[in-house]
């Protein structure tokens, strides 16, 4: 009899995903997007329940306990940092490079700004804030309107310059609704896209068969894409491994963010993503 998970995926994806998975791990090397930035396939996450310039993983662990868990994921060769200015984790990540060299690892982050202006202070801010001559991804941050490239544009126009100057090595943004998600998908600007993905439609833009859908639309158009919300924000955390399987089986995601929450739960993630592939 064919396992839950096993029916999930085939009915995502199509009979052949369960024949044509491979083995993955979470320090799998990936080129990310047309401007092929190379990151982990596992991305640290710390936005676990963030907003307010917090989040489960600054307000528990603090600075000194966050940039701990940064070493021991660098450690485990998961190179692919993920932050924001709505979780406070800038700072933390600033106390993680004084043991790594900048350019060892990925660094995403991302911005609630709209105008010219208020990008270009918060590049700048960002970048003292973190430590950091440059940024590897910038996102424009929990987006939800359909008409966002109308309301963004101003940010949007510096992120690009930022680009070509080299502060910044690429841009886009997270979608936080199915609409936001369709505009994203036909709009050459966004060279990233960080969507809400899992089995059971927890805490995402729409069922999972629509969001595959316009997801594969952007893998087609030459767009990066990062799955995020793999867990549900916890819903799934009963079944990890059915989420893993799931978000590995993928053909439209790049790679994935997971926060977890000290190095126990960091240590399982890696450990689950590859014994996930052979269940």
């Not at 080299?166 to 609409?179: E, F």
């Not at 966004?190 to 859908?213: E, F, W």
């Not at 790679?255 to 996930?276: H, K, S, V």
Request: hydrophobic share 40%.
């Amino acid at each position: 009899m064919m396992k839950r998970r096993d029916f999930l995926i085939t009915l995502a994806l199509g009979p052949s995903a369960l024949a044509d998975a491979k083995i993955r791990y979470a320090n799998d090397r990936v080129l990310l997007g047309p401007e092929r930035i190379p990151l982990s396939r596992l991305a640290m996450g710390t936005g676990t329940k963030g907003s307010g310039g917090g989040s489960n993983q600054t307000r528990q662990l603090g600075i000194a306990g966050l940039a701990d868990l940064y070493w021991y994921g660098y450690d485990q060769g998961v190179v692919f940092w993920d932050s924001a200015d709505g979780y406070g984790s800038h700072p933390h990540l600033k106390e993680a490079l004084k043991r790594i060299p900048r350019e060892k690892v990925t660094i995403m982050t991302k911005t609630r700004a709209k105008t010219a202006e208020q990008m270009r202070a918060d590049l700048d801010r960002f970048r003292r804030e973190i430590g950091a001559d440059y940024l590897d991804i910038v996102l424009l941050h929990a987006v939800r309107e359909a008409d966002w490239p109308e309301q963004r544009k101003g940010a949007m126009e510096v992120l690009s310059e930022a680009r070509e100057n080299k502060i910044v090595r690429t841009h886009g943004l997270s979608c936080h609704s199915l609409v936001a998600l369709e505009t994203a998908s036909r709009t050459p600007w966004v060279q990233v896209d960080l969507a809400r993905i899992n089995p059971v439609g927890a805490m995402m833009d729409s069922d999972p068969d629509t969001v595959i859908g316009v997801l594969r639309k952007m893998k087609a158009a030459g767009k990066g894409v990062i799955g995020m919300k793999i867990l549900g924000e916890g819903a799934l955390r009963d079944r990890v491994d059915e989420a893993l399987r799931f978000a590995m089986a993928l053909d439209c995601i790049d790679c994935f963010t997971i926060g977890a929450e000290n190095r126990q739960e960091l240590g399982d993630l890696i450990r689950r993503i590859p014994a996930a592939c052979k269940a």
